[in-house]
């Protein structure tokens, strides 16, 4: 009988021992979107200063903003008690880096593809570019990712590695004159 009655006591206490933990996660959470931004906006600026490729910059921000958010979590698990999941959760960034390291998966060979393109100068956020058969401006480079915006609009999203691996031509590098109002664009398609 004892048996029975302590059931729901176990399931309870767990529930229980969190509950005076929520607002320090809150308040951990907000903190933490606050100094993310934060360093990602002085990131951006310094990057910006250091006169990189813009693609490569925007790359480099993405990689900053996974292992800031991947360490958020892995110490708000270790807020809560949870030092297995905190340990975890940091073990995934040594995992991204042997993947990045060994170039074993997908993801590893577009964000390396994504690094190198983004250092390629004949690659650059605002050129127009040939790939397969579509011809666009690159919009944006993010880790792993490119996106194209021909005339009509149409945003084309290719990966990284693809771009790498099956080329593409440079039909304009005028950035002033292949600057494109994507909202504007987007409206006109509605």
Known sequence: MDTILSIPERFWQPIANFGPKIPTIIISL???????????????????????????ISVIVSLALIVMWVALF??????????????????????????????????????????????????EIGYKIKVGDVIGIVHSVDIRKIRVVD??????IFPNAKLDKE???????????NKIDIKKLLNKQK
Do not use: C, H
């Open 151 to 156: 005339d009509a609009g149409i945003i084309y």
């Open 30 to 56: 907000v903190v933490g979107y606050f100094i993310i931004q934060i360093i990602t906006a002085v990131l951006n600026r310094a990057l910006k200063f250091s006169k990189m490729p813009r693609a490569l």
């Open 167 to 177: 080329g593409w031509q440079v039909v304009s590098r005028d950035v002033a004159d």
């Open 74 to 123: 892995a110490e708000i698990a270790r807020e809560l008690g949870l030092g297995s999941l905190a340990v975890t959760i940091s073990g995934s960034l040594a995992v991204l880096a042997l993947a990045l390291a060994s170039g074993a998966s997908g993801l590893a060979a577009d964000i390396i593809s994504g690094v190198f393109l983004a250092r390629d100068p004949d690659f």
